[in-house]
Nanobody, 124 residues
């Protein structure tokens, strides 16, 4: 397994969760990392990304100011800290690793390796 996501669960609205994505070492270097999410019957949407070279971050409009993506290169792990969760954040969250494909960081096409997903459920 190259990407292993964990940390999902059930939380009340307003609560917090932290997702983790453990990355196989050889896939961590020179890889942009991202989180996407997919609710039932909907497309996979961009949540957040972090670039491998300078650690720049990018967020989807719906999570700006509430979610934070970060990475720990010493243990090859990427995190998604989710605060002030809302019921509409309910989805399966996927981490992804991308190379230099000519697609924006917000596009699923940028990423060639995907984790198995972890379910986040936010109750109202």
């Amino acid at each position: 397994v190259q990407l292993q996501a964990s940390g999902g669960g059930l939380v009340q609205a307003g609560g917090s969760l932290r997702l983790s994505c453990a990355v196989n070492g050889r896939f961590f270097r020179k890889r942009d990392m991202a989180w996407f999410r997919q609710a039932p019957g909907q497309e996979r949407d961009f949540v957040a990304a972090i670039t491998w070279d300078d650690g720049a971050t990018l967020y989807g409009d719906s999570v700006k100011g509430r979610f934070t993506i970060s990475r720990d290169a010493t243990i090859n792990t990427v995190y998604l800290q989710m605060n002030s969760l809302k019921p509409e954040d309910t989805a399966v969250y996927f981490c992804a690793a991308g190379d230099n494909r000519p697609w924006p960081l917000t596009s699923t096409r940028r990423y060639d390796v995907w984790g198995q997903g972890t379910l986040v459920t936010v109750s109202s």
